[in-house]
Structures are given as structure tokens and as C-alpha cells.
């Protein structure tokens, strides 16, 4: 089993829809908890911090559950400029504190 | 603004002919990542540095080399390389070495094998 599963997708939604990513992580001593958001040949960007209590930034929801070892990233109102890969990230996943990087998930929002 | 800087943005060289990647950043952080991103691939970690104390993943080829001569600056050196080594790659920071805090990537450098 991977450290960290996500499905690649891609998502295909239409703009103003509801989308919702998961990301499964197998240590369950992983420390901490990122979804990063890379657009087409560039960098990974950081999106949001995922704490267990679950945060909310705009459209943006991020949460943890631990007991079911995975984390989600809700995207309400999805906007054309949404399309994206989203990379979750686990700190902790493979037993050291290195980052380590699911493979992504890839949305398209069109028209 | 504080941030994490690669030279040369876009770099080609010839097959076996060694190449250096360039890595600053103005973070002062204690970490500082290497990775290597093929298309549609997550990025794949290949060395990365807690102070000067440098880790080698397990499965980074020895082609792959990396120097940090001090808090602010890394390199990563390929000493010969090949088509299969054409990918982009990218430097990170984070601000320590227990995993709770998130990274910074460059902008990242694609290299392209002739």
C-alpha cells in the first residue's frame, strides 16, 4: 500500500459545482497535513493547512480524520481559475518527518 | 519578499555533460529540499538538508549529487546526464526539521537532455 492515495482523476465539473478530493494516508502517526495546489508546468503552491479540527478559507474546506486515515479538500462554487492539480501532502507518512507527496488530483472546471 | 529562488529557470545541456542547478532562498529556514517532477508525476524527493546535515534518499541514483555551503544557498549537481534525467526540478524550505510546518518551492528549473 502506498503512504499516500489519491485519486488522479480527472474531475471534470462544470463552474459553480461542488467538488470534493480525498487523500489516504497509511502512517498513522503522520504528523501534519497540507493540500498544495500546482497549475500546469509550475511550482507547487500552498493552499491550505489541514488541522484536526478542519478549517474553511472561502470556498476551501479542508479536513482531517484520523481515525479513517484520510483528508479531504471541498471546493464550493468552482471557478474556471480552480482548474488545477492538487497535491495532498503528509508529513510523518513513511515513519520520518519528510513530506511526503500523494501523486495528485487533477480538476478541470469548464463553462 | 521573502522567497525561494532557482537559476536557471530553463536549462539544456547535451547528454553526459554535467549541469548545476542553483537553489537560494531569503526564508532562513533550516530545510532545504531537492526534488525531481516528470509530467504528470508527483515530485520525488532526492536529497534534502536539516542545517548541513545532509540525507540522501535510498533511491536517488548517484549521478545526483547536492552541496549546501550554507544556510542560504543549495546546489544540485548532476554529473552526467541522461535523457531519462529531463524533468523539472524543484527546491523547497520549510522551517524545521520535525515536519509541522508546510514547504516553499521555487519556481523550479526544467531541464531538457540533447
Known amino acids: 500500500r502506498k503512504e499516500v492515495e489519491q485519486d488522479p482523476g480527472p474531475f471534470n465539473v462544470p463552474e459553480g459545482a461542488t467538488v470534493a478530493f480525498n487523500c489516504t494516508y497509511s502512517n498513522s502517526a503522520s504528523q501534519s497535513f497540507f493540500w498544495y495546489r500546482q497549475d500546469c508546468r509550475k511550482e507547487p503552491k500552498l493552499l491550505m493547512s489541514?488541522?484536526?479540527s478542519g478549517n474553511e478559507d472561502g470556498r476551501f474546506t479542508a479536513q482531517l480524520n484520523r481515525a479513517s486515515q484520510y483528508i479531504s479538500l471541498l471546493i464550493r462554487d468552482s471557478k474556471l481559475s480552480d482548474s488545477a492539480t492538487y497535491l495532498c501532502v503528509v508529513n510523518g507518512a513513511g515513519g520520518s518527518y519528510i513530506p511526503t507527496f500523494g501523486r495528485g488530483t487533477s480538476l478541470i472546471v469548464h463553462p | 519578499d521573502a522567497m525561494v529562488i532557482q537559476n536557471p529557470r530553463y536549462q539544456v545541456t547535451q547528454f553526459g555533460k554535467p549541469v548545476t542547478l542553483s537553489c537560494s532562498q531569503t526564508?532562513?529556514?533550516?530545510?532545504m529540499y531537492w526534488y525531481q517532477q516528470k509530467s504528470s508525476q508527483a515530485p520525488k524527493l532526492l536529497f534534502h538538508y536539516y542545517d548541513k546535515d545532509f540525507n540522501n534518499e535510498a533511491d536517488t541514483p548517484d549521478n545526483f549529487q547536492s552541496r549546501r555551503p550554507n544556510t542560504s544557498f543549495c546546489f544540485l549537481d548532476i554529473r552526467s546526464p541522461g535523457l531519462g534525467d529531463a524533468a523539472m526540478y524543484l527546491c523547497?524550505?520549510?522551517?524545521?526539521?520535525?515536519?509541522?510546518?508546510?514547504?516553499?518551492f521555487g519556481p523550479g528549473t526544467r531541464l531538457t537532455v540533447t
Open positions: 489541514v488541522y484536526s
Open positions: 523547497a524550505t520549510s522551517r524545521d526539521g520535525q515536519g509541522f510546518y508546510e514547504q516553499y
Open positions: 526564508l532562513n529556514h533550516n530545510v
